[in-house]
T-cell receptor
Framework: AQKVTQAQTEISVVEKEDVTLDCVYE???????LFWYKQPPSGELVFLIR??????QNEISGRYSWNFQKSTSSFNFTITASQVVDSAVYFC???????????????FGKGTHLIIQP | GAVVSQHPSRVICKSGTSVKIECRSL??????MFWYRQFPKQSLMLMAT?????????EQGVEKDKFLINHASLTLSTLTVTSAHPEDSSFYIC????????????FGEGSRLTVL
């Protein structure tokens, strides 16, 4: 069975601070996908990143960076120089890979509510 | 980027009525669509996997007679909440997997159902 754990229910930091959101996953599959989504108060899910299990390279996209460590089954997300607009709930998710490529239905973590105070 | 549209975005209905939510992939074909439910301040839970031209696969604990899913074409899946009750009030989100290429997933904007 798959499982995603986001131990941090809520994080509150002051603007411009760096913040890391933790994600630990469990799966028996050797091929899988990991995702991060942002969910602002409006509700829609904003895709941030998808990473397959064979690609352990860390990724940086502007102020966002991700650290994928298979050895510890973690896929942590760091926001550098946080801004008020970063305030949202962030979900980490895991999916099996289906034949022919592509992700199956996602197993989501419980989410981390990030509050950036001005 | 690929767009998945859900309609309606918000719906309020009386207890006992049925509500249909549509999920459309606007610029790509999707053999597989997924339906999720999210209660307030909680995570998204996969309800069912919808495959074009075949019966949906429901997750454990999800009543198939309560949540009817139809995936009649490569661009449309519908979720019908039958005889809705207040406990069915939730945010329902669909996602669609691109048929070709890397099989990426795209999410709809979600539909907020309130049953009075």
């Amino acid at each position: 069975a798959q499982k995603v754990t986001q131990a941090q229910t809520e994080i509150s930091v002051v603007e411009k601070e760096d913040v890391t959101l933790d994600c630990v996953y469990e799966t028996r599959d050797t091929t899988y996908y990991l995702f991060w989504y942002k969910q602002p108060p409006s509700g829609e899910l904003v895709f941030l990143i998808r990473r397959n299990s064979f690609d352990e390279q860390n990724e940086i996209s502007g102020r966002y960076s991700w650290n994928f460590q298979k050895s510890t089954s973690s896929f942590n997300f760091t926001i550098t120089a946080s801004q008020v607009v970063d305030s949202a709930v962030y979900f980490c998710a895991l999916s099996e890979s289906v034949s022919g490529g592509g992700a199956d239905g996602l197993t989501f973590g419980k989410g981390t509510h990030l509050i950036i105070q001005p | 980027g690929a767009v998945v549209s859900q309609h309606p975005s918000r719906v309020i209905c009386k207890s006992g009525t049925s509500v249909k939510i549509e999920c459309r992939s606007l610029d790509f074909q999707a053999t597989t669509m997924f339906w999720y439910r999210q209660f307030p301040k909680q995570s998204l839970m996969l309800m069912a996997t919808s495959n074009e031209g075949s019966k949906a696969t429901y997750e454990q604990g999800v009543e198939k007679d309560k949540f009817l899913i139809n995936h009649a074409s490569l661009t449309l899946s519908t979720l019908t909440v039958t005889s809705a009750h207040p406990e069915d009030s939730s945010f329902y989100i669909c996602s669609a997997r691109v048929l070709a290429g890397t099989g990426e997933l795209f999410f709809g904007e979600g539909s907020r159902l309130t049953v009075l």
